[in-house]
């Protein structure tokens, strides 16, 4: 049935809301895309004459699509090269969704989209409509076939297996910069003891190639074991130029709400590093340099102004 132009206005309305509800359960913005593609392809065969509340439905069935490509995601993720790390969003990128309550700021933080990857498709699909969007636990039952009651004790597990993992507190923009500043001082200063004093005791540094960029496969954890690592990969060297086609520009950003590194080769985003920040120190540095999982970065990145970098690395 072919869709009228206010059937189309009406979808288009709700895009922003399931892109970003797709990307906290996929973790990756080109999936994201996809989903709400096909949930749009759905809406246009649908007979929306009998549909009665367009947003439920176009909710449900872009959430089982997701719970679906979860389910596969998994098996893929099992043969995926290295470390699989979500892919970060940048300051300003729509996708992001919501951002009016700590709940939701939280819920697309870059530590707890890492940690959203060790719940069932169902906790992470509960979680996400509940943290983030507010559903009420009614309509979460409806979405996803299951009892209020059942939704309610999902929910209390999902936030269970993410306040275990989690230490994060909130920082603004301002001060996310100046960490990452801070950060850059003491990791190019060639000794190791100033980068061991911004760090946590349990710190871990972990990074996601995807297979076609060298990244440790094993996180590196512990202070010093990290300031080590951090401090040898700011070293300058011909062969790190070489690999990413010349001297990275280094620039203090935002990502999904928290601070990052993003390194900038004549304009084309390589890499970005997002650290989550605890009262005690950096607890984790977790870098993106999977070329696959910067392309909407890069996109983000030029068309936005971003001052002058940092410093230009190796």
């Not at 470390?83 to 300051?91: C, Q, T, V, Y």
């Not at 979680?127 to 979460?140: K, T």
């Not at 190639?209 to 990969?233: H, I, S, T, Y």
């Not at 690999?243 to 390194?263: F, I, K």
């Amino acid at each position: 049935m072919a869709l009228t132009p206010n059937d189309v206005d009406r979808f288009e309305a709700s895009r922003p809301r399931l892109e970003a509800i797709a990307y906290r359960l996929l973790g990756s913005a080109s999936e994201a895309e996809d989903a709400v593609q096909e949930t749009f392809l759905r809406w246009q065969a649908a007979d929306i004459g009998h549909i009665r509340v367009p947003e439920a439905w176009l909710t449900k069935v872009l959430t089982n699509l997701c719970l679906n490509q979860l389910a596969s995601a998994r098996a893929r993720r099992e043969t995926y090269v290295g470390r699989w790390l979500p892919e970060p969003l940048l300051a300003g990128d729509p996708m992001l969704g919501p951002a009016d309550t700590a709940e939701q700021r939280e819920s697309v933080s870059y530590a707890v989209l890492v940690l959203l990857e060790r719940l069932s498709p169902d906790e992470r699909a509960v979680y996400v409509l509940r943290e983030a969007f507010d559903y009420p636990h009614r309509e979460i039952a409806g979405i996803l076939d299951i009892s209020e009651a059942a939704s309610q004790q999902i929910l209390h597990r999902a936030r269970k297996h993410v306040a275990d993992g989690r230490a994060r507190s909130e920082i603004d923009e301002a001060a996310a910069r100046r960490v990452v500043a801070e950060f850059l001082t003491a990791a190019t200063s060639g000794r190791t003891e100033p980068l061991v004093r911004l760090l946590t005791e349990d710190v871990v540094s972990v990074g996601d190639g995807g297979g076609k960029v060298p990244a440790r496969a094993k996180a590196f954890e512990g202070a010093l074991a990290v300031a080590k690592f951090l401090r040898g990969l700011f070293v300058p060297a011909k062969a790190k130029r070489d690999l990413v086609g010349g001297s990275p520009a280094l620039y203090a950003t935002t990502a999904n709400g928290g601070p990052a590194l993003v390194a900038v080769v004549d304009g084309r985003v390589v890499g970005v590093m997002c650290l989550e920040i605890t009262a005690e120190g950096i607890a984790a540095f977790r870098n993106q340099v999977n070329p696959d999982k910067l392309e909407r970065a890069a996109l983000r990145w030029a068309a936005t102004e971003h001052g002058d970098p940092l410093l230009h690395a190796f």
